[in-house]
């Protein structure tokens, strides 16, 4: 089985929220709304699901303090 870090893990879905973040740019400054809605979602899922297995967030708090 492979190994991965909480570090990369968070890395990983910092770079999901960027990449959430860039789509919803780009979809408020172009006039077709509806290219990147798949690949917004896909993003989002992934995102919360990697997130919540294993739980990301208390390791982020954890980290801030």
Do not use: C, H, P
């Amino acid at each position: 089985m492979y190994k991965i870090t909480v570090d990369q893990l968070l890395l990983i879905a910092k770079t999901l929220e960027k990449a959430d973040f860039a789509i919803n740019t780009l979809e408020r400054v172009g006039q077709n709304k509806v290219v990147f809605l798949e690949t917004k979602k896909d993003i989002q899922k992934l995102k919360d699901d990697l997130i919540s297995r294993y739980d990301l967030k208390s390791f982020n708090d954890d980290r801030k303090k």
